[in-house]
């Protein structure tokens, strides 16, 4: 049974086309309108498979109605009704995907052979959006290893940037830019349990994957998978240097929290979406080093990273943190990143304050200071170590790019 929707301006158009309808058994007369804002209304409301509409009607005429009805009903046909003074009208409605026109005054010949036209069409549709639904059903049930197996080639580099544009359109996937790539590896503790269950690979993943959504999702859009080492992949929006630490702290943190778990975080920015196997590299490369290294030098670079804007940062108050010696923190810092402590510091309050150049309204005793500077000229110093050019060189030279 299909539902029909009759609009037009003079009761006894309506009333005849009503009964010529009601003669067809697979159709019933859902409503009845006498202008375009009514007919619109119902039409929301009912929601029609056939529609049989005057194309001059009050408030709304025909066309308009057409066009404000797009989007609202799926798979339904249309029919005009329209005097010979109305014909080009007709043609303008068959542009706009209109099913056919009648012709006041309208013929019993002529309306059976449109409405049974449109039967065949309604349910040619019918089938169309079955199929569709069905097969956004199966999309979306079968999404996440699609996604999945597609982020996998991308991060290995093998699609083209067109192939890769094509695919994040099939499959609804929105990437920021610039994104941040974070790459997690997870260790189970061992002995651990969850409630009646072991944990296993698989679980950790999931678990963790939702851990990281809930943190990354309110930053912006969120797309992760696994990757071929079983590690966790997660594309988000990329932070300002200081928010990305500390947001990669929070996810350690929680990750180690609420698994029976340690983890191990590498993060890397991007800026092209043809430029993600390469960021994607970095960050597992990033990962290797940092799985190798001694937990106690991780710690002192976390310490640094998160602490660096303070001028009272010193190895001191590092080797206090992880109760060993500074002579001997220094040693271990020395040989496993191949830069001494106050070099490693130097570096990431450099790299902080040149993102912080790119703000024209700050001034240089600004930066020096919220990068753990207490005087303008000691940074003016450290800069032109780092970087073989001072901050204000620098910035001109941004300027001039």
């Given at each position: 049974m299909y539902k029909a929707l009759i609009a037009d301006d003079e009761e006894i158009i309506?009333?005849?086309?009503?009964?010529?309808?009601?003669?067809?058994?697979?159709?019933?007369?859902?409503?009845?309108?006498?202008?375009?804002?009514?007919?619109?209304?119902?039409?929301?409301?009912?929601l029609p498979d056939l529609l049989l509409v005057d194309i001059n009607m009050p408030f709304l005429n025909g066309l308009e109605f057409i066009e404000r009805l797009e989007g609202v009903l799926r798979g339904a046909v249309i029919i005009v009704i329209t005097g010979y003074d109305d014909f080009s009208y007709a043609q303008q409605a068959l542009r706009?995907?209109?099913?056919?026109y009648l012709l006041k005054p309208v013929m019993e010949d002529a309306f059976y052979d449109a409405v049974g036209r449109a039967k065949q069409q309604l349910q040619t549709n019918r089938r169309q959006v079955k199929y569709l639904d069905w097969a956004r059903m199966q999309l979306e049930k079968n999404r996440s290893s699609l996604v999945a197996a597609f982020l996998d080639g991308w991060l290995e580099g093998r699609y083209s940037e067109p192939e890769v544009a094509e695919q994040l359109g099939y499959l609804g996937i929105s990437i920021p830019e610039p994104y941040g790539v974070t790459v997690a590896h997870l260790s189970v503790n061992e002995g651990k349990t969850m409630v009646g269950q072991e944990w296993d690979e698989n679980l950790l993943y999931y678990a963790a994957e939702n851990i990281a959504r809930e943190l990354f999702e309110p930053l912006g859009p969120v797309t992760s998978c696994k990757n071929a080492s079983g590690d966790l992949v997660v594309l988000s929006s990329c932070l300002p240097a200081a928010r990305w630490s500390a947001t990669a702290r929070e996810l350690r943190e929680l990750l180690e929290e609420h698994l029976p778990a340690q983890a191990v975080l590498s993060q890397v920015p991007g800026d092209r979406l043809a430029g993600l196997p390469e960021a994607y590299d970095d960050a597992m490369e990033l990962l290797e080093q940092r799985e190798k290294c001694p937990q106690s030098v991780l710690e002192a670079r976390r310490y640094i990273e998160e602490r660096y804007a303070d001028p009272c940062l010193s190895l001191q108050g590092a080797a206090d943190r992880l109760h060993l010696s500074p002579q001997h923190l220094s040693r271990l810092f020395r040989h496993e990143t191949g830069v001494t402590f106050v070099d490693y510091l130097s570096r990431v309050r450099i790299r902080r304050a040149v993102e912080l150049l790119a703000d024209g309204e700050l001034k240089m005793y600004e930066i020096a200071e919220r990068v753990g500077y207490s005087s303008q000229h000691y940074f003016s110093s450290a800069f032109k170590k780092v970087l073989g050019v001072s901050p204000m060189e620098y910035r001109r030279g941004g300027a001039a790019r």
């Open positions: 309506r009333s005849g086309l009503s009964r010529l309808l009601a003669r067809d058994p697979d159709f019933e007369v859902a409503a009845l309108a006498e202008d375009g804002e009514q007919a619109l209304e119902l039409a929301a409301e009912r706009l995907g209109v099913f056919d």
